[in-house]
């Protein structure tokens, strides 16, 4: 038999003694006995047979031979090994060398191919250990070498945050210059791509811009900034409000300015509806608005505000209207007549007579006294030693009732006033 040695010494034997087709008792016993240190090279083991009734003997050889043919066991190194690369030429790989040990010859030198602190291209290499004993018997072990790129870029020059103040419901347009990135194997990225763009248009608030880079093994690196348009300008004011009575209702209108800047228009009534302080009568982007809900002699304050699409307010711009309680006089204040009116007012009970007082830019041109309560204005006529007639322009009358002989001038108090314009040619000419 053959067997490799463990020690120096050569190597502990073991093996099975022989038997025999004596019969029985039989002792049988070997030498070199098994279990003890055999040394190198051939050894012939004697095995003796002795029957135990006769004595009689018989003798049977084998031979063991000790041999050294396995080489040293490296260990310290493990399976695998991850570099990730440094440089577009790969990674300098470190590691430790292992230790080599020889059943006959004890430790032994190990060399290693690629040895430590070698440059690994990008990729997969082996690196291979070997230790020889005395006997020329190599012991080898392997590491797997992967040397790769998991890394991506790496941005400069991000811009910082931008904030800005606008005036106006945007989109805005904002430029920007977009980062660099460059990689550890492949060096400056030549594109970089960012979302939005820039010289993009931003709309009111906060954007976040994020731009991306990719490098040639497909890794993906991202930065972001943010893009905050503020806008804290109010729109522009209405203009030209205005109202006038129409029938029982209060017409108001107004103009708005051609600016996109402006969202909506809020109209507001000062007292409001339903006893309210205020009411909210229109919030849109009318020029216009019929107050149909008024009560005659009450003094309503209109007040309009634009605002943006950023929620900020125009100064107020205000009007004050009263709807007139429905006239007892004919023709009704301030109408445009082309020709002598003829004036009317309520009857007062007990009344003898009424007092008709009519003024030309405040200055008395006649005074009458009708039985009727009513009075048909003339062409021309005398008051106080001068000669009158009706002229184009406004007039105001006064009347009041009288109470017994006109002698005793008895009068009530003012009955009313009125005005009218004449807008025809002088009447008469």
Not at 2 to 14: L, R
Not at 62 to 71: E, I, K, P, Q, S
Not at 82 to 108: F, I, N, Q, S
Not at 383 to 410: C, D, E, I, M
């Amino acid at each position: 038999m053959t067997v490799n040695a463990t020690s120096p010494a050569g190597a502990v034997v073991t093996y099975a003694l022989p038997t025999t087709t004596h019969p029985p008792p039989v002792r049988i016993s070997c030498s070199p006995e098994s279990g003890t240190i055999f040394p190198f090279g051939r050894t012939t083991v004697v095995c003796l047979g002795t029957d135990q009734g006769t004595n009689e003997t018989t003798t049977a050889t084998f031979a063991v031979t000790v041999v050294d043919t396995l080489g040293p066991v490296l260990s310290g190194l493990p399976a695998a090994l991850g570099v990730e690369a440094t440089g577009p030429r790969g990674a300098t790989v470190g590691y430790t060398l292992p230790g080599a040990v020889d059943a006959v010859d004890g430790p032994r030198p190990v060399e290693c191919r690629p040895p430590p602190r070698t440059l690994v291209a990008i990729g997969t290499a082996t690196v291979t250990c070997r230790a020889v004993d005395t006997r020329g018997n190599v012991g080898e072990a392997k590491l797997a070498v992967s040397v790769r790129d998991t890394r991506g870029p790496v941005f400069q020059r991000v811009p910082a945050d931008i904030s800005r103040q606008v005036d106006g419901p945007g989109p805005v347009k904002i430029s920007y210059r977009p980062p660099i990135a460059t990689d550890t194997v492949d060096g400056r990225i030549g594109k970089v791509e960012c979302d939005p763009a820039p010289g993009a248009s931003f709309p009111i608030g906060a954007t976040t811009v994020t731009c991306t880079a990719s490098d040639s093994a497909d890794n993906e690196s991202e930065v972001s900034f943010e893009v905050e348009l503020t806008d804290s300008t109010a729109p522009p004011a209405v203009g030209r409000l205005a109202g006038k009575t129409e029938g029982k209702a209060i017409e108001l209108t107004w103009r708005l300015s051609e600016s996109l800047d402006v969202a909506g228009v809020q109209l507001t009534r000062f007292p409001g509806r339903g006893g309210a302080k205020s009411t909210v009568l229109l919030d849109g982007l009318a020029t216009s608005y019929s107050d149909d809900e008024v009560r005659a002699g009450v003094r309503y304050r209109y007040v309009a505000v634009t605002y943006d699409y950023a929620g900020n307010r125009s100064a107020g711009v205000g009007t004050a209207m009263t709807l007139l309680r429905p006239s007892r006089f004919t023709p009704p204040d301030a109408t445009r007549v082309t020709g002598p009116p003829l004036m009317r007012w309520p009857t007062v009970a007990g009344a003898s007579y009424y007092n008709f007082q009519l003024f030309r830019r405040g200055v008395k041109i006649l005074s009458i006294w009708p039985a009727a309560p009513r009075l048909q204005l003339r062409p021309a006529w005398t008051y106080g030693g001068k000669s009158y007639r009706l002229t184009a322009g406004p007039y105001r009358w006064f009347v009041w009732a009288g109470f017994g002989p006109l002698r005793l001038a008895r009068y009530g108090p003012l009955l009313g006033q009125n005005s009218f314009v004449l807008v025809a040619p002088d009447v008469g000419a």
